[in-house]
């Protein structure tokens, strides 16, 4: 990084390869999760997922920063498939929304940037699987995440602090999902029997924020 209040496309380029590590190292205990409640599939994908966005990525970071995080996005849609595709390929998606309507062109992102960006994941991700909290879902990870960095911006809080704290809320969303029923994808069919078992994709969803928090930590 430049400086510790900025993020630039080499900081995401470097933030993407630290998820991938992060996916590969985590692909057993995420299978795993998943096996209890759905097909057992989650950490290969998301392994593979990320795997493959790196295997582009000297094709990708020529792009803005836009550019680079809706064809990593599109990446995961195309590689993962299905709902979950969908939706962590929405989560990179709407980041790159975001950043073209109203930071096109900026190089380096501040604090507000990266939350604005990151909010915007959030409602995308909300309206196209019609989750919230309490569905157990990567929304019950992601939401509070988004909440801390507002909250963070909103009291000046350093960048890697910010990470910090909003990792570990996404860290307790997916541990909270363990208290739920499933009510959206393969793992509402289940029903009650859902009950005691994280959701996968939360757990995935701290996992991000955790790689984030760790490399903004190392910098």
């Known amino acids: 990084m430049s400086t510790p209040e900025i993020v630039t496309k080499f900081d995401l380029v470097n933030i ?36 493959n966005v790196c295997a582009k990525m000297e094709v990708f970071e020529k792009e803005d920063i836009g550019g680079f995080l809706k064809k990593s996005g599109l990446e995961m849609i195309k590689t993962i498939g299905g709902a979950a595709g969908a939706i962590y390929g929405t989560f990179f998606t709407a980041q790159a929304t975001c950043y073209h309507r109203q ?6 992102l501040a604090p507000k940037d990266i939350t604005e960006m990151l909010a915007e994941a959030l409602d995308q991700i909300k309206k196209r699987g019609g989750a919230k909290i309490g569905d157990k879902t990567m929304v019950d990870a992601l939401e509070p995440a988004v909440e801390e960095l507002s909250r963070g911006v909103a009291s000046g809080m350093k960048l890697k602090e910010m990470f910090e704290k909003a990792a570990l809320k996404a860290a ?18 289940v029903g009650e029997r859902s009950l005691g078992f ?4 939360a ?17």
């Open 16 to 51: 993407m390869r630290k998820i991938r590590d992060t996916m590969e190292a985590q692909k057993d205990y995420l299978s795993k999760t998943d096996t209890q409640i759905g097909d057992g599939d989650h950490g290969f994908n998301m392994s593979q997922g990320f795997n």
């Open 103 to 108: 930071l096109n062109g900026r190089e380096v």
């Open 172 to 189: 307790e969303g997916a541990e909270n999902t363990k208290t739920m029923v499933a009510k959206h994808g393969r793992s509402k069919y």
């Open 198 to 201: 994280v959701d996968p994709g």
């Open 203 to 219: 757990v995935s969803m701290a996992l991000i924020f955790k790689a984030i928090a760790d490399y903004l930590g190392n910098c």
